[in-house]
C-alpha cells in the first residue's frame, strides 16, 4: 500500500512525503491536481530523516514542488498524485484514497426496461437505474404524488428511501450507512465514504435540512471522461424534499454558497 502526507501547502509551493511497501518511490515523478487539471509536477528525491529513522526505506521519500493555480481559493482542494498511480495524498489529512476502490454500478438496463413493461418495476424506480448510470446523477423526490383536492402528502423518510433504491441498485438488501458531513471541499465526500462504509458502491445519496445544488458533468463517471472539464455541467437539487444520488467517479462539485452541511447514505 502507499502511505503519505501533505505537511506544507502555501500559494506556490506544496511539500510532503510518499511510501510505498511494494517497492521504492524515489526519483519517481510526482504530480499535484485541481480537479483533474494538473497544477504542478515534481519528483520524490528529498531524503527525509525522521522517516529513515522510522524504518520507512532509506528516507528518500520527500517531495517540495512548485504549483501555479489559477485561483488562490482552489489551493485547499490540491491533491498530490504518484504518476501512473490512482492513488492520491489529500489535505487537509492527507489520508490517502483510491477510486477503484468503491464498486462501480453496472444495471442492466435492458432487463430493467422489460420488468417496467411487465408492472416488476415502478416507472421511477426505472428511470432511476437508467440515469443514474448514463448520466452520473439522480434526483429522487421525496414528496409522493397526490390525487386532486387531497391534503398534501408527508414527506418520505430519506433512509427508507434511499434503502429501497440502494437495494433495487444491489439487488439485494444493501449494508446501509448513514454519514453526517460538514463539507469543506468535494474530496471529503469520498474520504467520509470510505472511511465508514467496507467495498462501497461508488454511489451516495445526498441530503440535507436546507436546499443545495451540485454541478455534475454527465456521464463522467466512465474512464473515458475523466479529464473533462465543467463546461456544460448540469445542475442538480438536493435538500429537505430530494434527494441526490450521485456516482463518485462523476466530475462534480458544490454550487458557491450552497450548503455545506449534508446528510450521506452510503452502501455497500
Request: proline residues 4%; contains cysteine.
Amino acid at each position: 500500500m502507499l502511505r503519505g502526507a501533505i505537511d506544507l501547502v502555501q500559494s506556490d509551493r506544496i511539500g510532503g512525503w510518499i511510501y510505498s511497501d511494494y517497492g521504492k518511490v524515489s526519483d519517481h515523478a510526482i504530480l499535484a491536481f485541481v480537479d483533474g487539471q494538473c497544477v504542478g509536477a515534481g519528483r520524490v528525491d528529498l531524503l527525509r530523516e525522521d522517516l529513515k529513522a522510522a524504518g520507512l526505506g532509506d528516507g528518500r521519500l520527500g517531495f517540495n514542488f512548485e504549483i501555479s493555480l489559477r485561483e488562490p481559493a482552489d489551493l485547499p482542494r490540491v491533491v498530490v498524485k504518484l504518476d501512473g498511480s490512482d492513488l492520491a495524498l489529500l489535505q487537509p489529512s492527507a489520508t490517502v484514497a483510491r477510486a477503484d476502490l468503491f464498486q462501480p454500478i453496472f444495471a442492466d438496463l435492458d432487463r430493467a426496461d422489460w420488468m417496467r413493461q411487465k408492472g416488476m418495476l415502478a416507472p421511477a424506480e426505472a428511470a432511476f437505474l437508467k440515469y443514474l448510470q448514463q448520466l452520473s446523477a439522480f434526483d429522487y423526490s421525496l414528496v409522493p404524488p397526490r390525487a386532486a383536492g387531497a391534503a398534501k402528502p408527508d414527506i418520505a423518510d430519506p433512509r427508507a428511501a434511499a434503502q429501497n433504491l440502494f437495494d433495487l441498485l444491489c439487488l439485494r438488501r444493501a449494508n446501509l450507512r448513514e454519514i453526517e458531513l460538514t463539507l469543506r471541499h468535494t474530496e471529503e465526500i469520498g474520504l467520509a465514504v470510505f472511511a465508514e462504509s467496507g467495498n462501497p458502491l461508488a454511489v451516495v445519496a445526498i441530503h440535507s435540512e436546507e436546499q443545495g445544488v451540485v454541478a455534475v458533468v454527465e456521464g463522467s463517471h466512465g474512464a473515458a471522461t475523466k479529464d473533462v472539464n465543467f463546461d456544460g455541467a448540469i445542475d442538480y437539487h438536493f435538500g429537505p424534499d430530494r434527494l441526490l444520488f450521485l456516482d463518485l467517479n462523476a466530475r462534480f462539485r458544490f454550487a458557491d454558497g450552497t450548503v455545506r452541511k449534508i446528510r450521506l447514505f452510503a452502501a455497500s
